[in-house]
């Protein structure tokens, strides 16, 4: 028998040669690395835990982000996102991600300041935008401007200098926005709009999204402010799929611009980020509310997936989606109704009452509405997903910086179970070949 000096430990046994061992528990998980000593002979490398999706593994130690999927709670730094999405802004959020606590009156003026301060972009890289074709999806062009950022900071790639790497977390937050903006202007054919600096974070985005020959442009208050809270619902959400691209990228110990490129190539795809594109593209292929049933039909066969619906942790409701239900009434006063919500809204009430959604627990999750809101806001559609990465960015990067910080992390490095060939010989296969 092995035992180990641990408190807390799990008892098993090897029916393989009835040894048995004691596994230590530390926080509530066993160390992947301690079922290394359950062998059959010295010749065995020792016990993997398969595991392809993360579904039950802890890749980190992290004390950002925490969820509560059973019972709808999500926390920044310990702060329930309710009570944040209420009384902050996406800039204070995003400085207690990235610093632990809350700023005060002077930490969140100067915080802000230097954010105004580096928002423009470097002129060069309006030339790679004006290179994409006019059709060239908005979030391929954030992942190439942000992936080339990193060629004009060649000291960024000096993570463990804390100025430095300040900076650049810095640059990346007050960047995004324009290189997100002049995205959609070049798709449009629009002239870039500059950032203006005495506009709020979202206020600025809003200005260099729309500003047309007005000499100064003003936001609405109301979707400005609208605007702030969807970021700040988007801001962290633990160790989601780009979260942990962010991660297993910096682990490499590259630059946070090609690691936060990285992360926005993950947030792309539709069963991510991209979702709420997909949404949306969804609704208005339904069209009606009388063609919901046969659409929740097609989903019960298999056929489809209800987009905006289902999440990993989330298993009873997403408590972002309900803050955003009532971000969308707010903005409908500006803007008028989205004729969409109908079908939304059906699409809802039928699948929370329909055994199928209700045993898989699916749930409308944080983009189920929010391309609702985006579109009433006069969003294309394609800038949806990077709408989340505007607001991703300060997680991605708290998240980066704890990983890179951690002396725990080494290059992320998953083992494999080797299902393929044994080993064989060209011999015949060449003879073969030459024929
Ligand atoms: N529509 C229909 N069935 C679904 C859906 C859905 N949206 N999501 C999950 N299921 C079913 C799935 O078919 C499976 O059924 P069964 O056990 O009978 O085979 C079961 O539920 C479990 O599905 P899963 O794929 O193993 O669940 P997951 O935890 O791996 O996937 C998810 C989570 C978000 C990828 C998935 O729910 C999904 O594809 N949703 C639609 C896309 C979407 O809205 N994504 C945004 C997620 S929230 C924002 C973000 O994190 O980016």
């Known amino acids: 028998m092995t035992t180990n000096e641990h408190t807390e430990a799990l008892k098993v046994t090897d029916t393989r040669t009835g040894r048995i061992y004691d596994i230590g528990i530390v926080d509530g998980a066993v160390h992947a690395t301690d079922l290394r000593q359950i062998k059959t002979g010295n010749e065995d490398f020792g016990l993997l835990s398969y595991d392809p999706a993360f579904l039950n593994t802890a890749s980190c130690r992290s004390a950002i982000t925490y969820i509560d999927g059973d019972r709808g709670i999500l926390r920044y730094r310990g702060y329930p996102i309710e009570e944040l999405a209420e009384q902050c802004s996406f800039l204070e959020v995003a400085y207690l991600l990235l610093h632990g606590e809350l700023a005060d009156k002077a930490e969140l003026e100067e915080w802000t300041d230097t954010i105004r301060n580096h928002t423009f972009i470097h002129e060069s890289i309006k030339k790679f935008i004006d290179g994409f074709h006019p059709d060239a999806h908005p979030m391929g062009i954030l992942v190439s401007t942000l992936a080339a950022l990193s060629t004009f900071y060649p000291d960024a ?53 729309w500003k047309a020959t007005e000499l100064k442009y003003r936001p609405d ?19 989601n799929c780009s979260a942990n691209v962010m991660r297993a990228v910096g682990s490499a110990h590259s630059d946070p611009y090609s690691s936060a490129s990285a992360a926005a190539a993950a947030l792309y795809g539709p069963l991510h980020g991209g979702a709420n594109e997909a949404v949306l593209k969804m609704l208005a292929g339904i069209g009606t509310v009388e063609n919901v049933p046969d659409h ?61 959604f209700v045993e898989h627990k699916l749930y409308p999750n944080v983009d189920f509405y929010s391309g609702i809101i985006y579109q009433a806001m006069g969003f294309p559609v394609e800038m949806f997903p990077v709408l989340f990465a505007i607001g991703r960015m300060p997680g991605w990067l708290a998240q980066w910086e704890e990983g890179i910080l951690d002396p725990d992390q080494k290059i992320s490095r998953p083992r494999q179970l080797y299902v393929g060939p044994e080993e064989r010989h060209l011999g015949l296969a060449a003879s073969s070949r030459s024929r």
């Open 221 to 239: 208050p109301a979707l400005e402010r609208a605007l702030d809270v969807l970021l700040i619902l988007h801001a962290d959400h633990e160790q």
């Open 296 to 356: 929740l039909a097609r989903v019960k066969r298999g056929e489809i997936r209800l987009m905006g619906f289902g999440h990993r942790v989330y298993k009873n409701f997403d408590p972002r989606a309900k803050i955003i239900k009532r971000v969308a009434s707010e903005v409908f006063e500006v803007t008028g109704r989205n004729p969409l919500l109908d079908v939304a809204l059906e699409l809802e009430k039928r699948a929370l009452e329909d055994p199928y």
């Open 157 to 209: 790639k000096e993570i463990f200098d804390d100025d430095r790497r300040k900076s650049h977390i810095v640059r990346l937050i007050a960047k995004i926005p324009t290189l997100a903006a002049f995205a959609h202007r070049h798709a449009f054919g629009l002239p870039y709009a500059y950032p203006d600096d005495d506009l709020s974070y979202p206020g600025n985005f809003l200005n260099m999204m």
